[in-house]
């Protein structure tokens, strides 16, 4: 008997503006995956899509996942708007990628994981940054054992996003969004899965330096698991410094950036002068992803990132050790992908996407209360594996 051909994975893509762009390069580049088609409200952004890559664009979610053509909804709307679109995808058995962070509260979460569940179909957390090949490294390091327990966690992302243009909606924390919201998952996200334990609790404060951005611009925080570990992150987007001055030039799409002058300073705009802006190239480079600069400190040992893998510090020196290039966007097709084939839970999941988001909303409600703040959510990414 042959080979059983397993047939393509058609996904849709809803919100067709920036971040979609960093999404759609990978669609021709993962086996047994497509483009089907696209949704958006704006007439222009729908033209565009369909003159670009030759498959229709919808003027709204139910529509696309009408279409008999599409098996996977991947979700790249505005924070406030992820909740509805998976509501709609799971209604008409559709699987998703939803972009970072999940929703915009604790609720929406509950309500897009009840969803899905109940229709039987896969809720997969997009853009997050345990796909990428360093901290998959790191965490595979921590759980081997080889540097012993992981003791604490520094990292630090100093970048220019309060400088680029922004939406009023895309500042405002009630509605899942602002600087925090919006940046702080990536540090958790390596944080809480370096860590391998549940966070237990958050201490964090922040400012806003920046009056005409009606946002935080900085946050460091302190977040504690299970076992005694601690992970220290901080965040400043006031665009005068890059992180990636500490990592050799390297972004977080492992491209080249080399200092500059930062761009003016901005202020809130509206969605005609936002969208009549020219798009901001973003490429992905050769080297590995630095979503800025973290250490991971284990009893044994301190590991951290090389442009072409990690450095391991042990009573023996340092070592490198090289990995294979990273995938960049593809990462979360292939695994919503194999996960299909494999009949198996796709991770990170919509549980790992609500206990990120309780973090972040922590952060922010430990800096305006000035007080400890007991997780209720987290669960551990070693359990969920």
């Known amino acids: 008997m042959g080979e059983r051909v397993l ?5 849709g893509i809803a919100g067709l503006g920036a971040a979609s762009r960093l999404v759609l390069p990978y669609m021709d580049k993962v086996p047994g995956v497509r483009l089907a088609g696209g949704a958006d409200v704006r007439e222009d952004a729908r033209a565009a899509f369909a003159k670009d890559h030759g498959v229709p664009a919808f003027a709204s979610v139910d529509a696309l996942c009408r279409s008999l053509d599409v098996d996977a909804l991947w979700i790249e709307t505005p924070n ?4 509805e679109p998976v509501l709609i995808a799971a209604h ?4 998703v990628i939803c972009a970072k962070p999940l929703a915009a509260t604790l609720g929406e979460c509950d309500r897009m994981i009840a969803a899905c569940r109940s229709a039987g179909v896969k809720l997969l957390q997009g853009h ?3 796909f990428d090949a360093p901290v998959k490294a790191m965490a595979e390091i921590a759980r081997s054992g080889r540097l012993g327990r992981v003791i604490q966690i520094d990292s630090w992302w100093y970048n220019d996003w309060l400088r680029r243009p922004r939406l009023a909606d895309e500042l405002d924390e009630t509605r899942g969004a602002g600087f925090i919201l919006r940046q702080a998952p990536h540090l958790v996200d390596i944080a809480s899965h370096v860590a391998g334990a549940r966070a237990m609790s958050v201490h964090a404060m922040a400012g806003r330096w920046q ?3 009606p946002t935080q611009g900085n ?13 220290n992150i901080s965040l400043n987007g006031y665009g005068y410094f890059a992180s990636s001055e500490l990592t050799w030039d390297i972004g977080i799409f492992g491209d080249k950036r080399a200092a500059a002058k930062p761009a003016p300073r901005s202020t809130p705009l509206d969605a005609e002068m936002k969208y009549a802006s020219p798009p901001r190239e973003r490429k992905a480079g050769d080297a590995m992803p630095f979503v800025g600069l973290t250490l991971v400190s284990c009893e044994r040992g301190v590991m951290r990132q090389s442009p072409d893998g990690l450095y391991l510090y042990t009573d023996e020196g340092r ?4 990995l294979p290039r990273d995938k960049g966007r593809a990462a979360e097709l292939i695994e919503l992908r194999d996960a299909l084939h494999e009949g198996r839970e796709a991770f990170p999941d919509g549980e790992w996407g609500k206990a990120n988001l309780e973090i ?4 922010l409600e430990s800096a305006r209360e000035g007080r400890d703040v007991p997780l209720r959510h987290q669960i551990s990414s070693v359990s969920r594996q």
């Open 7 to 11: 047939a393509d994975l058609r996904i």
């Open 80 to 83: 406030h708007l992820h909740c």
């Open 92 to 95: 008409h058995k559709k699987h």
């Open 128 to 130: 997050s940054k345990i």
């Open 211 to 213: 009056p005409e951005m």
């Open 219 to 231: 946050c460091a925080a302190l977040i504690g698991f299970e076992g005694g570990a601690f992970a």
């Open 319 to 322: 070592e490198e050790i090289a």
């Open 360 to 363: 972040c909303l922590a952060i």
